[in-house]
């Protein structure tokens, strides 16, 4: 049974804390409003992390998201550097092997947040890398 303790301090979904969990949050509604079914979220292993992983029709979408609240680092695009994506794509492969879907078809996607968290603000990069 879990403690009272553990009751208050776990992270609850539905009320994301930082603007990381409200971007991938924001980004999980958008594209499940597109259609595209949630098969899992923040999915890790030693090689890095997938925010989000959909399924388009028969096609599994990995999802990077990104949010820049302003430009003095860079765009929200500009942050996909060549290593993240590596990693994406490594944990990608990663899971596909652990679901035994090695076979199906597959894309990896980007959500972009400039400025603030809205729909106003979000850009959707398929098949971005």
């Not at 652990?98 to 076979?103: A, L, R, V």
């Amino acid at each position: 049974m879990p403690s009272v303790l553990n009751f208050f301090t776990r992270k609850k979904r539905n009320s994301p804390k930082n603007n990381g969990e409200k971007a991938e949050h924001a980004a999980e509604l958008y594209l499940q409003q597109q259609g595209l079914r949630l098969i899992d979220r923040n999915f890790h292993s030693r090689m890095g992390e997938i925010d989000l992983i959909f399924l388009d029709n028969d096609t599994y979408v990995f999802v990077e998201v990104r949010f820049r609240a302003n430009a003095s680092h860079g765009s929200a695009a500009e942050s996909l550097n060549p290593s993240k994506l590596k990693k994406v794509r490594l944990t990608a492969d990663y899971w596909l092997q652990q679901n035994n879907k090695s076979t199906n078809a597959c894309r990896f996607d980007a959500i972009l947040f400039d400025q603030e968290i809205d729909t106003q603000h979000l850009t959707w990069l398929k098949a971005v890398f």
